[in-house]
């Protein structure tokens, strides 16, 4: 089970920081994923993180931008999320997989809106 947190209403340039809470002993073990739905869109990938917190990934509009990073002892997954724009207003979901493409564990999402 995967908990999301931390969403909230942030003006254009802010920070926000992101958090998913894993239950379970066998976190470090997966890669870990952050996605994204606009209203109207569909889902999008924003960043994943692998085993031991290496490789990351990010979605290109994001890159320098946003950062994921994990703490295994605490089973738990970053998103900080810095120079926010009312484009990454969206819903943003947590997943864990095996592999990246994988996902088959879902948090219940997060709103974050960006006002401009």
């Known amino acids: 089970q995967l908990q999301a947190s931390g969403g909230g209403l942030v003006q254009a340039g802010g920070s926000l920081r992101l958090s998913c809470a894993a239950a379970g002993r066998t976190f470090s073990l997966y890669i870990m994923g952050w996605f994204r739905q606009a209203p109207g869109k569909e889902r999008e990938f924003v960043a994943h993180?692998?085993?031991?917190?290496?490789?990351?990934d990010y979605l290109d509009s994001v890159k320098g931008r946003f950062t994921i990073s994990r703490d295994d002892a605490k089973n738990t997954v970053y998103l900080q999320m810095n120079s926010l724009k009312p484009e990454d207003t969206a819903v943003h979901y947590c997943?864990?997989?095996?592999?990246?493409?994988?996902?088959?564990?879902w948090g219940q999402g997060t709103l974050v809106t960006v006002s401009s």
């Open positions: 993180i692998g085993w031991r917190g290496v490789p990351t």
């Open positions: 997943a864990s997989g095996p592999r990246v493409g994988a996902w088959h564990d």
